[in-house]
C-alpha cells in the first residue's frame, strides 16, 4: 500500500517541470528497493540491518496528525514493540509539512525499542541543506540527505547528525533502473 501511495504520488508529479515531490518519490523508491534488497538477499541496509540477516518488512505511513519527530517516534515505537524478529520498517510521512524528515527506516533483531536503530531520510531537489541539527535520541543513527541537482563542488560543513551524499553515492544509491526517470544533469558532478 505505501508503494503504491508513493507511485500515485510520482505519477502525478512528472511532467515537463520536475517537481522536488517527483525527486522524493524517485528516493523513497530507492529506499524500499534497497530493503526487499536487504530482506530477499540478506545484504546490509545503510548500517541498519546487518548482512547475514534476512529481516521481515513492514512498510507504514504516520498519521496525518502526526506533526513532531517526538509524535513519530511515538508511533514508531508502537510498531518496533509488535516485531518478534529481526525487521526492517520503512516509515513515510503523509504531512507535506513534517519537519526536517520525509521518511524513516528503522531496524530492530528483537523488537527492543532501546536497542533499535533509526534513520532519518530528507530529499532535497536542489543544493538546499537542512536547518536543524537532528534529534540523536530520535534519530540514533543520524540522517541522510539525498540531494538530486547538486550544484557546487566541494565538501560542505554537514548540520549535525547529517550526512550528506555525493553525486557518486546518490546515483549508487538510486541504482540504474530509477535514474532513467530523472533530468539527466541532475546527477552530473559539478
Not at 546487518?50 to 505511513?61: H, K, M, R
Amino acid at each position: 500500500m505505501v508503494l503504491l501511495e508513493i507511485m500515485d504520488k510520482l505519477k502525478s508529479n512528472l511532467g515537463s517541470n520536475y517537481s522536488g515531490m517527483a525527486w522524493e518519490c524517485i528516493v523513497q523508491v530507492a529506499i524500499i528497493l534497497r530493503m526487499l534488497e536487504s530482506h530477499w538477499f540478506s545484504v546490509e541496509f545503510l548500517d541498519l540491518a546487518p548482512c547475514g540477516v534476512q529481516p521481515d518488512l513492514v512498510f507504514a505511513t504516520l498519521p496525518d496528525e502526526c506533526d513532531s519527530l517526538n509524535g513519530a517516534r511515538k508511533v514508531i515505537n508502537k510498531m518496533i514493540k509488535t516485531c518478534t524478529k529481526p525487521t526492517l520498517i520503512y516509515v513515510n510521512s503523509a504531512n507535506a509539512s513534517y519537519p526536517s524528515v520525509e521518511c524513516f527506516a528503522i531496524y530492530t533483531a528483537n523488537g527492543v525499542v532501546a536497542d533499535a536503530k533509526t534513520k532519518g531520510f530528507q530529499m532535497k531537489s536542489s543544493d538546499a541543506k537542512p536547518r536543524h541539527p537532528i534529534d540523536e535520541n530520535i534519530l540514533n543513527c543520524g540522517a541522510l540527505l539525498i540531494r538530486g541537482r547538486v550544484k557546487t563542488k566541494g565538501p560542505r560543513a554537514p548540520i549535525a547528525g547529517w550526512t550528506y551524499m555525493s553525486s557518486a553515492q546518490v546515483r549508487d544509491f538510486i541504482g540504474n533502473s530509477l535514474v532513467l526517470g530523472m533530468p539527466r544533469d541532475w546527477l552530473q558532478d559539478p
